[in-house]
């Protein structure tokens, strides 16, 4: 089963004063180093890591590591325009992928084991959608079967892999993820988060 991962790790932060929320260390590592690291421990490929906004300051976390880094240079137009940029460099990484993968960098509770068990609810139950449920809603991480990607790709403005959930509920399994719901947006969340 191939599986391509991308982290949309593209976004400005504009709600912590921006500063990178890619770059918030916790436990010894950035938000951005574990997820990619996350990724890279499963055999899914390629993982692709869009960045935009503060592209400079956080691709140095990455060099080195095996991963496709794509530049979205659109990243004001909205969520839907990392989207878009991610499925391209899949696309010209690897051409024939049965399921696309989302991640964000500040769900800082993703592991290794929530990413294997999208894939394989993906292979047991047939669904062409898998997502993670947390705060009584379905979101990311998010896995899409190919035959989503054109929709994907129709994505406008600050429409992300959600509104595609949203739009298929019968085509879609969901895998628990209580921790899901802790999302780090704002100087508050991050505070409460890191027990400052």
């Known amino acids: 089963m191939n599986i391509a991962i991308i982290i949309l790790a593209a976004g400005t932060s504009s709600r912590l004063g921006n500063q990178p929320k890619q770059l ?4 010894g590592r950035t938000l951005l180093r574990r997820v990619v690291d996350t990724a890279l421990a499963t055999t899914f490929r390629p993982v692709v890591v869009v960045v935009g906004a503060n592209k400079d300051q956080i691709s140095t976390e990455l060099d080195g590591l095996p991963i496709t880094l794509i530049d979205n240079q659109h990243w004001q137009q909205g969520l839907s325009s ?12 690897r051409k024939e992928i049965d399921a696309v ?4 960098t500040d769900q800082p509770h993703v592991d290794r084991g929530l ?3 999208l894939a394989q609810v993906y292979e047991e139950t047939g669904k062409g959608i898998v997502a993670s449920s947390y705060a ?3 979101g990311v991480p998010a896995l899409f079967d190919r035959k989503y990607i054109h929709e994907l790709l129709g994505l406008e403005g600050d429409n992300g892999a959600k509104w595609v959930i949203k739009n298929h509920p019968d085509d879609c399994a969901e895998v628990p993820f209580e921790s899901g719901s802790i999302d780090l947006d704002t ?7 890191l027990g400052l």
Do not use: C, H, M, P
């Open 24 to 27: 918030i260390e916790w436990e």
């Open 82 to 93: 990392s989207v878009k940029t991610g499925l391209a460099a899949v696309y010209l990484t």
């Open 101 to 104: 993968l989302f991640l964000l």
């Open 115 to 117: 990413l294997l068990q």
């Open 136 to 138: 009584n809603s379905l």
């Open 187 to 193: 100087r508050q969340d991050v505070e409460r988060f």
